[in-house]
RNA sequence: GUCGGCGUGGCGGAAUGGCAGACGCGCCAGCCUUAGGAGCUGGUGCCCGAAAGGGCGUGGAGGUUCAAAUCCUCUCGCCGACACCA
């Protein structure tokens, strides 16, 4: 190599700007809606628009493109939009934090356009043309009319909540901005406990088929499936009517799952909230009642929440009847018992509940065993058993097992109306008010005549005022009048959660620019579901939950086809740097400009995908990245050295080097086919780079540069492409293949060609390995066990035994035993 | 506390029952070069050995299997979610 032949260089600042200049021009990730082609959705979470895009936050967006630039070439109409989630307390918090009180509006503006230049610079192909903003009037207004029409089918509803106040702002915050019981803006500032009228969405009518509908998502992570299988909280069991004691037709209706301990109810457990605590509690015990009601309701939620603290609680004087032995029974009051859960009401067993056994050790009251362990000493407890075992104590139901004992007095409550089955969940209903300016006003008004008035949908929507408060405080916008009677009416001033903006936005995309309705359902139908999912574990429950209700409900209404909206979900790690996520405002990211300035856009895009499995948080490093870009400057010298593209003809597959070429190619696009379906990406950059290094070696080797050589280079380009576009595209062109490369087909799997005609068979004897040998592909196990005989080494090992077992795993492994 | 996940070379990781350590980083030796934070060649899990070769090895201990990083049981460590839900 003497004399070098002059060569291209690869110069990332020059072709990155020009190609995505072309890409744009060409529009080349839009979606058609009418096309022929089959559909594939690729969607990404929407992001809050903060201004601190970095390189770590692209990686999720780079997976989405890698995947929507395959299917693209595989002949998919891929649907790859892109939008902003920009609306709520994040927007606002960093408007009157970092904007120097801008306007959230301006501020959310500018970061949108900041954001989309950089995630152009980072070559990813959006179709730009069906971007939503939820802040956006646009969008909001179909927010509202969403939330419309949650109302009309009932699904909305006005109810009292306990929320979180702070006495300086005089607003409601959101769970959110309580940090450690206090306001997050008045860190001396306890938060207060009040309850207001909030609106709700009942999404617990919907529990059921979205605990049941999980089963439907089988590529979802098991992790996420889990969390919303235990946010759901299904249990099983049954309400029972304790009549209270001297006061006739009154009863105290608890809920347990365990019906089999009912024998060992030894006291009742009441909310500090229950209705009946007052009338319950007898002179002698009210004035200790009253206090220890008015603690618990002065207690915070956090604070109430504190684990390892020890349980309180005091009698209040009266006794309930237990319904399966008419036993009397003290009942208590005690904060452990939630009235948010259940009936608010619990009937004690000690001996078969953690709580309870703690509760009545601290206060001396009667622990009975009702359940036997199937083994294991009897007699005086140490610990609540909580497991299941053998009746005992519990009259006519003793010897029973307690899984049937369960059934058998459910049957028997049932029979004497003395309580039934029931089901109950964790989840609760969301409250979706916000007592915040930057967020969907709530469509309604509030009229002394006619009560609450929907905003008819031709009105709306209801724009925000320009001026940034509170909108209790803009009498402009509140003052109204009732669309019913024409009276004098008030606005609603609370605006929506942010979490309605995006449990829809995957619909807008399919006709974001209808203006009469939030989505057109024929085209919705086109392009539902979503066929990839890529974001952030950060919204395993919320996002993902209130995301698959809201499609129910558009499927119950007959908007829609689907009931759920994603296939297939997948969690991407976050990118750190110096052990902390990186961001802007840490201190510790990279910026796109700089990537895109230094080593260019492709090998970050390379290098990230590289840098560990994309499910895993990573470290990133500099030198990784460079490892990254010696590899993309080796694809460019083996795709443009000047020989390459001066190649001559020649038979394909004329040369063992050349059979073996076609071969490696062949088994890449096999493997990078699959692995990019599969979002595996850190295998997929090494099996390209295996590839690079075996065309190297080929031409070290003295290979031709005939069709053999021009098919690998040209394969090599295409299954790098999704990667590194902006290079690829570059040689494409040099390469003087006609069309953008965006456009060209993707390489079919060819599994004849790729099939190893010889193969290294191990040879174990008794499990160990002993030799390896090179064998024809296919052996029948006849030949393998002759060819393993025919071994010295194998000889040696086996010393003259015979065989007892042989186990042959065709082109692989052959084990034989003596 | 409960549930879920993860522990593999100096490092990131690969291999989901069949050759442990692909690919890359780093490191070592050499080549080329006026120069190298460029390029090329070879080497690189640990131990014994001059070598041939042998032994050991996927947090630890057992087990299942012809065969275990992979499946099961226990245990240790780290991470995440939920946290009195009766």
């Known amino acids: 190599m003497g004399s070098r032949p002059r ?79 920009a609306f709520g307390l994040p927007a606002e918090n960093a408007a009157m934090k970092r904007g120097g009180g801008l306007h959230p509006r301006t501020w959310t503006r500018e970061n949108v356009a900041k954001g989309t230049r950089e995630l152009k610079m980072m070559g990813i192909l959006y179709d730009w043309d069906r971007e939503v903003t939820s802040c956006e009037p646009d969008y909001y207004r179909w927010t509202q009319w969403l939330f419309l029409l949650m109302l009309e ?71 996420v499936r889990v969390m919303q299988t235990n ?31 009912l024998f060992g109810a030894t006291f009742m457990v009441l909310a500090p909230e229950h209705p009946l605590v007052e009338r319950m509690t007898t002179d002698k015990h009210r004035a200790r009642v009253r206090e220890y009601v008015e603690k618990a309701r002065k207690e915070t939620e956090i ?75 009897r007699g005086v407890l140490r610990e609540a058993y909580v497991g299941p075992g053998v009746m005992v104590n519990s009259g006519e139901f003793n010897r029973l097992g307690s899984a049937a004992a369960v059934e058998r007095i459910c049957d028997w409550l049932e029979a004497k109306g003395a309580g039934k089955r029931a089901v109950k969940y964790r989840l609760r209903d969301w409250l979706i008010s916000r007592q915040r300016y930057w967020g ?38 509140w003052r109204t009048t009732c669309p019913k009677c024409g009276g004098e009416a008030r606005r609603e001033t609370d605006t929506m959660d942010t979490f309605i903006d995006s449990s829809w936005y995957f619909l807008r995309y399919a006709s974001p620019h209808d203006d009469s309705e939030p989505f057109d359902s024929e085209l919705a139908n086109h392009w539902m579901p979503v066929d990839q999912y890529t974001g952030g574990v950060e919204h395993a429950i919320l996002h993902l939950l209130y995301s698959r209700f809201f499609t ?21 790690g976050m ?60 694809a460019w010298r083996l795709v443009l050295e000047p020989e390459s593209i001066a190649a001559e003809s020649g038979e394909l597959g004329a040369t063992v080097d050349g059979q073996a070429l076609r071969r490696k190619v062949a088994q890449t696009v096999g493997k990078i086919t699959e692995h990019y379906d599969e979002l595996r990406f850190n295998t997929a950059v090494a099996f390209l780079m295996e590839l690079a290094n075996t065309m190297q070696d080929y031409l070290r080797g003295g290979g031709a540069r005939d069709r053999v050589w021009e098919e690998a280079v040209r394969t090599l380009v295409k299954l790098l492409n999704p990667l590194a576009p902006h290079a690829c595209e570059e040689m494409w062109e040099r390469m003087g293949e006609k069309g953008m490369l965006a456009d060209a087909p993707w390489p079919a799997f060819d599994a004849a060609l790729a099939a190893e005609p010889k193969v290294v068979l191990v040879v174990q004897v008794a499990g160990k390995l002993r030799d390896r040998l090179e064998v024809d592909a296919g052996l029948s196990q006849d030949e393998a066990v002759k060819a393993a005989l025919a071994s010295e080494k194998v000889r040696a090992a086996l010393n003259g035994r015979g065989l007892s077992k042989v186990v042959y795993v065709p082109d692989r492994v052959i084990n034989l035993v003596p």
């Open 153 to 223: 089918r009932g699904l909305a509803y006005r109810a009292m909540a306990p929320v979180n106040w702070c006495p300086v702002d005089k607003t409601v915050l959101a769970n959110e901005q309580v940090i450690n019981g206090r306001c997050w803006r008045h860190p001396d500032v306890e938060v207060e406990k009040r309850d207001l009228e909030q609106w709700f969405l009942k999404i617990t009518d919907y529990a059921d088929r979205l605990l049941d509908d999980l089963a439907l998502l089988d590529k979802w992570p098991h992790k």
């Open 552 to 572: 129910k409900v558009l499927y119950d209404a007959g908007l829609i086809s689907v009931i759920e909206p994603f296939m297939r979900l997948f969690n991407q």
């Open 7 to 85: 060569r291209s260089v690869y110069v990332p600042q020059e072709i990155e700007p020009k190609w995505q200049k072309i890409w744009d021009e060409h529009g080349v990730m839009k979606a058609s809606d009418s096309s022929p082609k089959p559909k594939y959705y690729d969607l990404v979470m929407y992001p809050y628009p903060s201004g601190d895009l970095t390189v770590g936050h692209a990686r999720n967006y780079v997976m989405g493109d890698v995947l929507a630039r395959m299917k693209r070439m595989q002949g998919f109409e891929v649907l790859h939009p892109f939008g902003w989630d």
């Open 575 to 634: 990118v750190k740097r110096f052990g902390q996520v990186m961001s802007k405002s840490a201190g510790n990211g990279v910026s796109i400009d700089e990537l895109a300035g230094a080593q260019g856009a492709d090998a970050g895009r390379i290098y990230e995908m590289f840098i560990g499995p994309p499910e895993e948080d990573v470290e990133w490093s500099d030198a990784g990245l460079n490892g990254v870009v010696k590899f993309l400057q080796r």
């Open 440 to 477: 969907a006003p709530i469509p309604v008004v509030y009229c002394p005549t006619d009560g609450i008035v929907p905003v008819p949908k031709e009105q709306l929507p209801v724009e925000l005022p320009e001026e940034y408060k509170p909108l209790a405080e803009i009498p402009s916008f």
């Open 303 to 377: 604070e109430r929440m504190s684990m390892e603290r020890d349980k309180t609680g005091v009698a209040t004087g009266g006794f309930a009847i237990n319904p399966v032995n008419g036993e009397k029974i003290p009942v208590w009051v005690a904060d452990y018992v939630l009235v948010t859960y259940g009936t608010g009401a619990i009937m004690a067993v000690p001996a078969h509940d953690e709580r309870d056994f703690e509760f009545a050790r601290r206060y001396d009251l009667p622990i009975r065993q009702v359940i036997a362990p199937p083994t294991g000493p």
């Open 231 to 261: 946010w759901i909280g299904r249990s099983m069991g049954a309400e029972v009517d304790f009549p209270v004691a001297g006061m006739a037709g009154e009863s105290i209706r608890i809920y347990t799952t365990r019906p089999d301990t």
